[in-house]
């Protein structure tokens, strides 16, 4: 099984910026694996998927709340996702998770991945 670890967490006032990191254990674009996605939870909040990317195309997805401000991107070579996270905005405070499965169809529809990291905080200071 697949083992994803994110990292980059931390504490920041709010207009700075962030880089998340998502590091796989494998390949995120294998025959059953072929979407990722950065998900976000706030306490007391639902949890949120802000963006999501086709490893084999590139494409991507972001949520309303995000777009603009936040990029996804990987190295597949490397087996690693990022989320670049910039002018943030207190309301962007949760626990971040990296997901990684397979979609159909990725990266324009939501979706439920098989595999997720145990999440990095990021904490916004107004």
């Known amino acids: 099984q697949v083992q994803l670890v994110e990292s980059g967490g931390g504490s920041v006032q709010a207009g700075g910026s962030l880089r998340l990191s998502c590091a796989a254990s494998?390949?995120?674009?294998?025959?059953?694996?072929?979407?990722v996605s950065w998900f976000r939870q706030a306490p007391g909040k639902e949890r949120e998927e802000i963006a999501r990317?086709?490893?084999?195309?590139?494409?991507?997805h972001y949520a309303d709340s995000v777009k603009g401000r936040f990029t996804i991107s990987q190295v597949d070579t490397a087996n690693m996702v990022y989320l670049q996270m910039n002018n943030l905005k207190p309301e962007d405070t949760a626990m971040y998770y990296c997901?990684?499965?397979?979609?159909?169809?990725?990266?324009?529809?939501?979706?439920?991945?098989?595999?997720w990291g145990q999440g990095t905080q990021v904490t916004v200071s107004s």
């Open positions: 990317l086709a490893t084999r195309t590139d494409d991507t």
């Open positions: 997901a990684a499965g397979w979609s159909g169809l990725c990266p324009a529809q939501p979706w439920a991945p098989s595999i």
């Open positions: 494998a390949s995120l674009y294998t025959v059953t694996r072929n979407c």
